[in-house]
């Protein structure tokens, strides 16, 4: 499969633990999305990569969350001290960038995190 | 204002008949525009993407843009129940310190009854 592949698919976690999830994009694509969706709402951007490069991350998310994409391959987002609301699918998206302007993006089957 | 605003319906036509999805955003200096997808549980899924003023047809589906009203459609043709899913909306900004961020809408949930 060369899809985006995301780690785990599904994730439960008590109230004030720390999770963390593994995005791997497809192979050649140098730029890479985490997005939040919750039921009814359209995907809701997180941060994003350009290869190891952390250009922008959303002034909605706090400083519990944390992404990383060390070598500019896979990826990891993690969440410490989770509350309820934390409770989403998240989603890691990936594209090939190049020098106009950009394609499109492609995403895994996304993590779905519920916290108790 | 929202950045991609949809109709969040339900939206529901008959098998065979033609879809119409409709979507407006804000940022002027947009230039890539996207339709994904979804299906209930699901992630999205990319089903078309344009980015000049127009029609782009692909098979059933049949995006178009007007950058001028700001504007960006979704028509699905001969409409099967297989097409019942949510269809979201995404936006590519190209300015600045967004360089390449997609902006979605809440997504038109679809219904083809047969």
């Known amino acids: 499969d060369t899809g985006v592949s995301q780690d785990p698919r599904h994730k439960i976690t008590k109230r004030g633990q720390n999770v963390t999830f593994r995005c791997d994009p497809i192979?050649?694509?140098?730029?890479l999305y985490w997005y939040r969706q919750t039921l009814g709402q359209g995907p809701e951007f997180l941060t994003y990569?350009?290869?190891?490069?952390?250009?922008?991350k959303s002034r909605l998310l706090s400083d519990r969350f944390s992404a990383e994409r060390p070598k500019g391959s896979f990826s990891t987002l993690e969440i410490q001290r989770t509350e309820q609301g934390d409770s989403a699918m998240y989603l890691c998206?990936?594209?090939?960038?190049?020098?106009?302007?950009?394609?499109?993006?492609?995403f895994g089957q996304g993590t779905r995190l519920t916290v108790v | 204002q929202k950045e991609v605003e949809q109709n969040s319906g339900p939206l529901s036509v008959p098998e065979g008949a033609i879809a119409s999805l409709n979507c407006t955003y804000s940022d002027r200096g947009s230039q890539s525009f996207f339709w994904y997808r979804q299906y209930s549980g699901k992630s999205p899924e990319l089903i078309m993407s344009?980015?000049?003023?127009g029609d782009k047809e692909d098979g059933r589906f049949t995006a178009q843009l007007n950058k001028a009203s700001q504007y960006v459609s979704l028509l699905i043709r001969d409409s099967q129940p297989s097409d019942s899913a949510t269809y979201l909306c995404a936006v590519r900004t190209d300015r600045g310190s967004t360089l390449g961020r997609l902006y979605f809408g809440r997504g038109t949930q679809l219904t083809v009854w047969p």
């Open positions: 192979s050649e694509h140098n730029r």
């Open positions: 990569f350009q290869n190891e490069a952390q250009l922008e």
């Open positions: 344009i980015y000049s003023n």
């Open positions: 998206a990936s594209s090939l960038e190049g020098f106009s302007r950009g394609t499109e993006a492609f």
